[in-house]
């Protein structure tokens, strides 16, 4: 992470999370850190270790890989459905069509995402398919 998105470490947290007892050890840090950088979102798959209940006290939400990228795909949709496309047609050994990539993207605890990159990949064949006479074959 440090060479892929150096702006995503935080320092300066450490004398945080002896006050953050109430969570497991385990994630003090991250709790810490999400607080020193005044973080909207902490995203996880693991919920249940970040109840609500605490995190709505430091104006933090935990979501999960899915809920971040589904809402930054709400965020700005053309910019996100680019990234998908880069990212499936990054598949090079072996190639991996739109539909092996929406298995991908299930696969890796993504099905929100899935379905918004199947239904713009439909909606994207049926506007091929009508062509220019506004109406499919």
Excluded at 8 to 31: M, N, S, W
Excluded at 114 to 134: F, P, T, V
Aim: glycine fraction near 4%.
């Amino acid at each position: 992470m440090r060479r892929r998105f150096p702006k995503a470490i935080v320092a300066g947290y450490e004398q945080l999370i002896p006050t953050l007892d109430f969570i497991d050890a385990d994630d003090r840090h991250v709790l810490a850190a999400a607080v020193h950088c005044r973080a909207q979102f902490i995203v996880t798959e693991n919920l249940k270790h970040f109840p609500t209940e605490i995190l709505v006290h430091h104006g933090i939400e935990a979501i999960t890989a899915d809920d971040f990228l589904c809402r930054t795909h709400n965020h700005s949709p053309a910019s996100a459905y680019s990234v998908l496309v880069r990212m499936q047609t990054g598949y090079t050994s072996p190639p991996l069509p739109p539909p092996l990539f929406v298995q991908d993207l299930i696969n890796k605890k993504l099905p929100r995402l899935a379905e918004i990159y199947r239904k713009k990949q439909m909606e994207l064949w049926r506007d091929a398919a009508r062509g220019s006479s506004g109406r499919l074959p």
